[in-house]
C-alpha cells in the first residue's frame, strides 16, 4: 500500500509533439481525496496530460507518480488503480446499461459474486438501476455519462481520472453529475477532472489554471479569486491570460 498523502506527484513534466509542446514543465501535487481540476481553453494541454498521468503516453521530460507509481517506467500499474473516462463517450450503443457494465468488469478483472456486487454498486451509485435493461444508444446525454463513469468505477480504482466528463450535456445533467463526483470524493476517491466551463470549476477543491501548456495559476477557486480581488473565476481566468500574454516576449 503506497504510504504517501499524495495521490498524484508531477515534477517538471513536458510532452513534445515534434516542434509543438504540449505540456511544459508543470509541476504539482494532489493529495487523496480530493477533487483536483484542471482549467482551460481547448489546446491548453489537459487532456494531454491527463493521458500522460494515466500512463497513455509517455512524459519527454519529468516525472510523475500516479498512485505512487512512475507513468513511464511502470504505466501497467498505474492503468490498474486508476478509472479514466474520456471526452468521448466510449461504451457500445448496442448493448444494454448492464451488459455494459458486465463487459467492462471483465476487462478490469472483475470476477464471480464480485462483478455482480460491483456492478449493483456502480447502478446505485450513478443512478441507473431502473434503466438497467435500456439499450446504451437510447439513453439521454447525462445518464451516458452516468453509466461511464459508472463503468469506471467498477475495479474500485483510488483516483479518477474524467476529461471533459460532462461536454455537451444540459446544465441538469452536468449539475446532476457533479453531484455523484462529489460522492465519490467523500468516500474517499480523488477526482482529477478537466473542464473549460467556469461554473463546473467552481465545484473543485483546487484549479490549475492552464494556458499553451503551462499552469498559470494554482489554488482553490475561492483563494484565486481572493488573490485577482474579484468574484468572477472568469475574470480571474482572463486577467491572468493578460498578464501571462504581456509577459511573452
Known sequence: MNASPWAVEV??????????????????????????????????????????????????????LVAGFDVAADPEAVRRRIGYMSQKFSLYDDLTVEENLEFFGGIYGVTGARRRERIEYALATAGLEEQRRTMTRLLAGGFKQRLA?????????????????????????????????????????????????????????????????????????????????TRSLEEVFLSTIEREEGASP
Not at 513534445?16 to 481553453?41: K, N, W
Open 11 to 64: 515534477e517538471g513534466l513536458v510532452r513534445r509533439f515534434g516542434d509543438f509542446v504540449a505540456v511544459d514543465r508543470i509541476s504539482f501535487r494532489v493529495p487523496r481525496g480530493e477533487i483536483f481540476g484542471f482549467l482551460g481553453p481547448n489546446g491548453a494541454g489537459k487532456t494531454t496530460a491527463i493521458r500522460i498521468l494515466c500512463g497513455l503516453l509517455r512524459p519527454s521530460e519529468g516525472r510523475a
Open 149 to 229: 463513469l459508472g463503468c469506471a468505477i467498477l475495479h474500485e480504482p483510488p483516483i479518477l481520472f474524467l476529461d471533459e466528463p460532462t461536454s455537451g450535456v444540459d446544465p441538469v445533467a452536468r449539475r446532476n453529475f457533479w453531484d455523484l463526483i462529489y460522492r465519490l470524493s467523500s468516500a474517499g476517491h480523488t477526482v482529477f477532472v478537466t473542464t473549460h466551463y467556469m461554473d463546473e470549476a467552481e465545484y473543485c477543491h483546487r484549479l490549475a489554471l492552464m494556458h499553451r501548456g503551462r499552469i498559470v495559476a494554482l489554488g482553490s477557486p475561492a483563494a484565486l479569486k481572493d488573490e485577482a480581488g
